[in-house]
């Protein structure tokens, strides 16, 4: 059997979910949605999404970049035109309305980047890392008018490694997705949508400025998984100095009580080691404000940094960051 699709997506997570479908015999992509063009370049022109670059690439038409989808009757009246068998989303960035939802054939599936009820909403790769978790994975559900709360089709699963950061995550996680989605669609008719258990659901929200920002009274093992999460954003500061911190590892603590922020330790070996609430983190690499990455040893030689010295604000400055 052979489907009409209208494929919904924005970042690179959606692209090879969208690629399998554009290159499946038995798949018909006949329309992408995606957000409009956004200024990111540093001369501030207009860039398309990776999804539209895909689709322009392999010219997949039309496509639709609507403001606000749920108020652009143009749009809406062109999508109920398409007669699509599934509109197919997959972090797409707008809500879909209910007479949206209602469209297609066969519904709207979407592709969501955790093994639900756990980590709904818009970040849960990022948080799944950012709260330590081991083990992630891939939903294929219905969608209904809630965020990420419509019955769940197929799920695959993905071990978290101790040290992979949330782009190399995020990667692997897309591939799985445009698999399983391929083998939701194909098994469709075969499927007993399960309904989500919402005592077991938890939230994956947007990801926040002061999210960024490490707080040395959070123990070393959190602080690494925040690295590891929100890469390559993380920070802290050292004078009135942004210190961008890239890759770190943990170690448990010490019998001393620590003082949080103080370096404990610097080496070409043992990079510069923080102390935390509890245990110390290693920074490995580096970026200061204007500057290359760099080893975290070498940016110390040449800040002259010294052990001793403190990383962030003192712990009891009422404008330290804290979750």
Not at 28 to 34: I, L, Q, R, S
Not at 135 to 160: N, P, R
């Amino acid at each position: 059997m052979s489907y009409r699709l209208v494929f919904f997506g924005t970042p690179n997570f959606a692209v090879p979910t969208l690629a399998a479908l554009a290159t499946a015999e038995d798949m018909a992509v006949v329309g992408v949605v995606t957000q409009p063009d956004a200024r990111r370049s540093r001369r501030g022109e207009p860039e398309p999404s990776p999804v539209k670059r895909y689709a322009l690439d392999r010219d997949l038409g039309p496509i639709w970049q609507p403001e606000r989808l749920k108020r652009d009757r143009p749009v809406i009246d062109a999508l109920a035109a398409a007669e699509a068998d599934f509109f197919v989303v997959v972090a797409y960035g707008q809500i879909l309305s209910a007479e949206v939802l209602a469209l297609p054939r066969h519904g709207c599936v979407n592709v969501h980047g955790s093994l639900l009820p756990k980590y709904r909403g818009a970040a849960p790769i990022q948080w799944a890392i950012a709260r330590g978790e081991t083990l992630t994975g891939i939903t294929t559900m219905l969608m209904d008018t809630g965020i990420d709360t419509g019955a769940m089709l197929l799920t695959a699963t993905q071990v978290i490694a101790p040290d992979i950061h949330a782009e190399d995550l995020s990667a692997r996680l897309a591939s799985l997705g445009a698999d399983l989605l391929l083998q939701t669609l194909r098994s469709f008719t075969r499927l007993s949508p399960t309904p989500q258990d919402s005592s077991q659901a938890s939230y994956a929200p947007l990801i926040a400025k002061t999210d960024l920002e490490l707080a040395w009274s959070e123990p070393a093992k959190a602080l690494h998984d925040r690295v590891r999460a929100f890469y390559p954003h993380c920070h802290t500061s050292y004078g009135d100095q942004r210190l961008k911190i890239l890759t770190t590892q943990w170690h448990p603590p010490a019998p001393q009580p620590p003082d949080r922020g103080v370096i404990a330790a610097i080496g070409k070996q043992e990079g510069i080691r923080v102390q935390t609430g509890l245990g110390t983190l290693e920074l490995l690499t580096v970026q200061a404000a204007g500057k290359k990455v760099q080893p975290a040893w070498e940016f110390a030689q040449g800040a002259r940094l010294q052990v001793g010295d403190r990383l962030g604000t003192a712990p009891d400055d009422p404008s330290s960051v804290t979750d």
